[in-house]
T-cell receptor
Framework: AQKITQTQPGMFVQEKEAVTLDCTYDTSDQSYGLFWYKQPSSGEMIFLIYQGSYDEQNATEGRYSLNFQKARKSANLVISASQLGDSAMYFCAMRELLSGSARQLTFGSGTQLTVLP | SQTIHQWPATLVQPVGSPLSLECTVEGTSNPNLYWYRQAAGRGLQLLFYSIGIDQISSEVPQNLSASRPQDRQFILSSKKLLLSDSGFYLC?????????????FGPGTRLLVL
């Protein structure tokens, strides 16, 4: 079974500062994928960034980067130069193989990020 | 580009009434499709997934069912709603041919059962 742990229910960051959202995972699979999603108050889940278990370099997408430490089983999201629009719930998720080609995403409990002006 | 639609956006239904939520995907063929439910302030729980027409798998026992009558259409149904069915329902799709296979979500349906 897989498990995703996000230990920060809420985080505050000053506008223009960087912030790190923590995520640890537990799996016995050798091949897996880690995702971060953003959920604003509207409810839509927005894909931010992906890290494969065999990727040697940390993933980056614009202001988002993923600090992947495989030995520690952590996949922290770093948001640089925070903006007011970054205020949202952030979910870490792990891809788990179901049957055939389908994959399940197991989600953490989320971190509510508030960017202060 | 691919887009995913869900409707209705919001629904208020009495206990015991039927339910039908619809999800459609445009711009791709033979996607994997998923139904998730999110309780207030919680993460997402996978309800159903489908790798093809009329191929539905359920992840949790419940009062709900799913159908996929067309390649890019996924329907979530119930014959009699329970109070515990209230929540935020999200449909997602993924491309099985991609190694990364990111799941992309629709805008969701907020269901309140009274």
């Amino acid at each position: 079974a897989q498990k995703i742990t996000q230990t920060q229910p809420g985080m505050f960051v000053q506008e223009k500062e960087a912030v790190t959202l923590d995520c640890t995972y537990d799996t016995s699979d050798q091949s897996y994928g880690l995702f971060w999603y953003k959920q604003p108050s509207s409810g839509e889940m927005i894909f931010l960034i992906y890290q494969g278990s065999y990727d040697e370099q940390n993933a980056t997408e614009g202001r988002y980067s993923l600090n992947f430490q495989k030995a520690r089983k952590s996949a922290n999201l770093v948001i640089s130069a925070s903006q007011l629009g970054d205020s949202a719930m952030y979910f870490c998720a792990m891809r788990e193989l179901l049957s055939g080609s389908a994959r399940q995403l197991t989600f953490g409990s989320g971190t509510q990020l508030t960017v202060l002006p | 580009s691919q887009t995913i639609h869900q409707w209705p956006a919001t629904l208020v239904q009495p206990v015991g009434s039927p339910l039908s939520l619809e999800c459609t995907v445009e711009g791709t063929s033979n996607p994997n499709l998923y139904w998730y439910r999110q309780a207030a302030g919680r993460g997402l729980q996978l309800l159903f997934y489908s790798i093809g027409i009329d191929q539905i798998s359920s992840e949790v026992p419940q009062n709900l069912s799913a159908s996929r009558p067309q390649d890019r259409q996924f329907i979530l149904s119930s014959k009699k709603l329970l109070l515990s069915d209230s929540g935020f329902y999200l449909c997602a799709w993924s491309d099985a041919n991609r190694v990364q296979e990111t799941q992309y979500f629709g805008p969701g349906t907020r269901l309140l059962v009274l």
